[in-house]
């Protein structure tokens, strides 16, 4: 199974400050066909996940552009710049190029 | 717009059965693939099965841990997607997401199971 390695576990962040969480895979993320299949997801307190980047660096619609992903192979990272209030949550990486589907352990986002 | 709206949970005894239910509207069902995501009390989430579409022979993958206990399916004509649970554990205790697509782009907003004697 791809492991997939978040780091840190939390994070404790000013309003209007920028944070980066990390997220490595045991294997190469690379499909056959090219393109790379890992995604960044946000749960909020009692709410489901949300997806909030796919394939590394695509934002989905409505997401602030604030956020921003990066990396590739086996190395990627989330960056928010300027923090809000409502960006706090669980952030997790997910990978769905290799069955089985795998998530990181989630990054808990708090503001100070 | 896209809706996802799990039912079926509840609570049971180990070794029991429970079938959800996800019920879906807002894009082409047929055509698309469809999850089953689960997440332990205070814990992580974890992919339990993926069902593909028609075109794909409605070939389903499974995660290890539920595999020959857990049978997911569809039905196109109703737009919704199930997951038939079987010899339930203590262990499969979580909230149950249906979420559409390999790529998790969309989430309903989940239903509870709880195993336990």
């Known amino acids: 199974d791809v492991v997939m390695t978040q780091t840190p576990p939390s994070l404790s962040v000013a309003i209007g400050q920028s944070v980066s969480i990390s997220c490595k895979s045991s294997?190469?993320?690379?499909?056959?066909?090219?393109?790379?299949?890992l995604h960044w997801l946000l749960q909020s307190s009692g709410r489901s996940p949300k997806r909030l980047i796919y394939?590394?660096?695509n934002l989905d619609s409505g997401v602030p552009d604030r956020f921003s992903g990066t990396g590739s192979q086996k190395d990627f990272t989330l960056k928010i710049s300027r923090v809000e209030a409502k960006d706090l949550g669980v952030y997790y990486c997910?990978?769905?190029?290799?069955?089985?589907?795998?998530f990181g352990s989630g990054t808990k986002l708090e503001i100070k | 717009e896209v809706q996802l709206v799990e039912t079926g949970g509840g609570l049971v005894r180990p070794g029991s059965s429970l079938k959800l239910s996800c019920a879906t509207s807002g894009f082409t069902f047929s055509n698309t693939w469809m999850n089953w995501v689960r997440q332990a009390p205070g814990k992580g989430l974890e992919w339990v099965a993926l069902i593909k579409d028609k075109y794909s022979n409605y070939e389903a993958n499974y995660a290890e841990s539920v595999k020959g206990r857990f049978t997911i399916s569809r039905d196109d004509s109703k737009s919704r997607v199930y997951l038939q649970m079987n010899t339930l554990r203590d262990q499969d205790t979580a909230t149950y997401y249906c979420t559409r697509t390999i790529d998790f782009d969309y989430w309903g907003q989940g239903v509870m199971v709880t195993v336990s004697s």
């Open positions: 294997q190469s993320l690379v499909y056959s066909d090219g393109k790379t299949y």
């Open positions: 394939q590394v660096s």
């Open positions: 997910a990978q769905t190029t290799h069955f089985p589907l795998t």
